[in-house]
């Protein structure tokens, strides 16, 4: 409930009577609902559920400190609503949809005030427990990184390989991928968002795996890149240009420094060493329970480090009809600097052919 009087202090500093809350991430994080339907009311002092006949009882096993109320065509949502809040109501205006917010503005009584991401700026900071389940899921990640590399060789597809990161990490607790899963093997390198073809691995490749699963809820990220084989000079350069880039700004991690600054450090190597055009992407970006979330991490990333973020550092070269190279950890920001919630090694793996 530590969540939601900090929401409650909020809603006191923007004078809002209450907050309505639908998107499935806000929802999830307010009340651990893990459905699909279903509305939260947070008043100054009480909290509601509001579902239909399909998910009361799941409510009443997930949100223990909320009041159900069950809805239906015959006792529509605003009318609940309508009971219990007077004054102004808080609501998504990221999330909710033009037809929602018509019938809302026309049946409620109170006040309808945009939230303007009042749950986000929450959520940027994780806490203990959030923490916990971030490095769960991130570990059975690198789990199955290692796994995989007994599994790529050549002749093996792309999807042969992400199926089967999906399979082994569902088989260790994960409920599924936190995105599309990219493979991109030898030129699909060159695509920084080339999800997982029908190619066939050849030998004197590079693969770019990037990667993560949900556990309850929390999603992880991670990117490697490995060599099936021997690869050219070039391409080994290329990755060594990235990995030093990826570690330099890693380094710089900490509380105060800006995304934008991240990107810079990593942006002005991979520039110096000749690749600027070829590092076209975003340094990184902040993860958790969405897979892209606040804070931005790139040259429009003005918002300041603080402890208990946690963004990922991908720097990336891509060069087509060569291939392509990417490195990622994902970092939670501490009180004094970072902790790299990614533990598989990042010097170039070579596998045999
Ligand atoms: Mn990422």
Known sequence: MKRIETLRHKMIEQKLDAVLVSKPENRY????????????????????????????????????????????????????????????IGFEDDFMTVENYGLYSSKLEAEMVPMKRLLEDLRVIKDDEEIALMKQAQAIADLAFEH????????????????????????HGASGESFEIIVASGVRGAMPHGVASEKVIQPGELVTL???????????????????????DELQSIYNIVLQAQETALAAVKPGVTGQQ?????????????????FGHGLGHGVGLEIHERPSINQAGSETLRPGMIITDEPGIYIDNLGGVRIEDIILVSEDGYEVLSSSPKELIVLPT
């Open 262 to 278: 991240l990107d810079t450090i990593a942006r002005d190597m991979i520039t110096e060493a000749g690749y600027g055009d070829y």
């Open 29 to 88: 994080y307010l009340s651990g609902f893990t459905g699909s339907t279903g509305t939260v009311l947070i008043t100054r002092d009480e909290q509601f559920f509001l579902t239909d006949f399909r998910y009361t009882s799941q409510v009443k096993q997930q949100c223990p400190g909320y009041q159900v109320i069950q809805i239906s065509q015959a006792d529509p949502i605003y009318q609940a609503i309508n009971q219990k809040v007077t004054g102004t």
């Open 210 to 232: 990037d990667f993560g699963c949900v556990y309850r809820g929390y999603c992880s990220d991670m990117t490697r890149t490995v060599a099936v084989g021997q690869v050219s």
């Open 148 to 171: 995989i590399l007994g599994f790529i060789r050549p002749g093996v597809t792309e999807i042969e390989v992400a199926n089967e990161l999906i399979r082994f990490m569902k088989s």
